[in-house]
């Protein structure tokens, strides 16, 4: 008799076996004839060579289908166990979704210029999606990169921030750099939360596969193979703003985001953002989004906080 064990690598041994192993018993019940022992992280299998080749083949198919959508049950076993394609073709009814995110939840874009920043971005290799808070920039360029790493398009994603204080002193918080900083990149974590199961999240961060860094760490680096996204670049600097867009490597995707109306910089200082979307206006192979009130996705009152603001800065 033969025997070979499989490891699961990146994610929730638990998740994937299901309560109470429920997954493995359905999985004994479609190969009798293989003996199937699930401990820890390692799936032992012993039977015949052709038969272990086969549950190898359609193991492989379930976690596939487990790291797309970061959920396993009965219906979706069943379904990917007795079709002859590799992957479900009822999944793919929706080209809408850009990322099946933790606990099911279906990542969309959700406004009209949300699905114009989609297309761009599929269309070039940088995009600056510009508008007010709350109108989903951020989520949205996280989504996409998730997405090219899901689907292999990247290696690595890179999200990064100028270190602009919004009116806060980081000398003063406790900790070391980073965790001085972490509060500062805690929007770019909450929207990969959303998307990335905890265990694997965290193993993507520790292998470097997801890093998320003040814009300072990014000087001298050539970024290739990479989806990076520039968050908040209506605080970069001219110096800033050039700097980063020169790091732009091989096969690499970059989204800067920004709202011009929250700029943090000191008086008399120019906005990298501002002034970078008129030097590049007219380059090809470069995409601009304006977003604006009518894409605000967030409690129904922002919308109306940003109107009401907009009507006394432009008294």
Known sequence: ??????????????????????????????????????????????????????????????????????????????????????????????????????????????????HKLVRLMSENDMVFAVGPA????????????????????????????????????????????????DPYMQPLYDALRDMIPHEKLTSYIESHIIQIAPLAFMRGRTLDNAFVILDEAQNTTHAQMKMFLTRMGK????????DPGQIDLPKRQVSGLKESLLALKDIEGIGVIHLDDKDVIRHRLVKKIITAYKSIETE
Do not use: C, W
């Open 134 to 181: 709350g109108t989903g920039k951020t989520y949205t360029a996280v989504a996409l990169a998730v997405q090219a790493l899901k689907n292999k398009e990247v290696r690595r994603i890179i999200l990064t921030r100028p270190a602009v204080e919004s009116g806060e002193n980081l000398g003063f918080l406790p900790g070391d750099l980073k965790e001085k900083l």
């Open 1 to 114: 008799m033969n025997e070979k064990i499989i490891e699961l690598t990146e994610i929730n041994p638990k998740d994937f076996f299901g309560t109470q192993n429920n997954n493995i018993e359905q999985l004994k019940k479609y190969f009798p004839k293989i003996k199937i022992v699930a401990r820890g992280n390692k799936i032992r299998i012993f039977g015949e060579e052709d038969l272990l080749l086969e549950f190898e083949k359609k193991l492989n198919q379930l976690i596939n289908y487990f790291n797309k959508y970061n959920k396993l049950d009965e219906n979706s076993i069943e379904r990917l166990l007795t079709s002859n394609n590799s992957e479900d073709k009822n999944e793919k009814n929706s080209e809408a979704v850009l990322v099946h995110g933790v606990n099911g939840k279906l990542i969309k874009a959700q406004t009209e210029n949300q």
């Open 251 to 258: 096969h690499a995707k970059f989204i800067i985001t920004g």
